[in-house]
């Protein structure tokens, strides 16, 4: 089982960044945290690294439901969506939450996690499709 989506995109960064974004949002996940790969390892270990982007989507209800369900879900969360310069254009990717959470047994947080899965699908299947 593969913990992730993909679609590689013929875009700039921030053409990618500003599509994703508005993707998530037309499934209802808002953008809570972000994390400048390339700038963080720069600043903190002068190493040199490709551009890379870490969002952390949200989408209040679903995310409601998990922590309603299960207390320590917050450890999962937000969704994890990179950005990533690759080979052919920029990878969007994203967390696949059944995958992430299947260590966790518990039949209601499942179903949360198959919903989120299918937005998360959804959204890059959108992107994909342009």
Same mark, same amino acid.
């Given at each position: ?12 960064? +921030?053409?990618?960044? *500003? ?11 808002? =953008? ?35 922590? *309603? ?5 917050? &450890? ?27 260590? =966790?047994?518990? +039949? ?18 959108? &992107?994909?499709?342009?």
């Amino acid at each position: 089982m593969s913990y992730y989506f993909a679609t590689t995109l013929p875009l700039s960064m +921030d053409e990618a960044d *500003q599509k994703t974004r508005e993707a998530l949002k037309a499934e209802g996940f808002g =953008v809570l945290t972000e994390i400048d790969i390339k700038a963080t390892l720069k600043t903190k270990l002068d190493a040199d690294f490709r551009p890379y982007r870490i969002l952390g989507a949200c989408n209040p209800p679903l995310a409601h439901k998990a922590l *309603q369900s299960e207390g320590h879900i917050g &450890l999962m969360l937000p969704c994890n969506v990179i950005i990533q310069e690759a080979e052919g254009g920029v990878e969007v990717a994203a967390v696949d939450p059944v995958a992430s959470m299947a260590a =966790v047994k518990n +039949d209601t947080l499942g179903g949360v996690a198959t919903e989120v899965r299918a937005r998360l699908q959804r959204v890059i299947e959108a &992107l994909a499709a342009g």
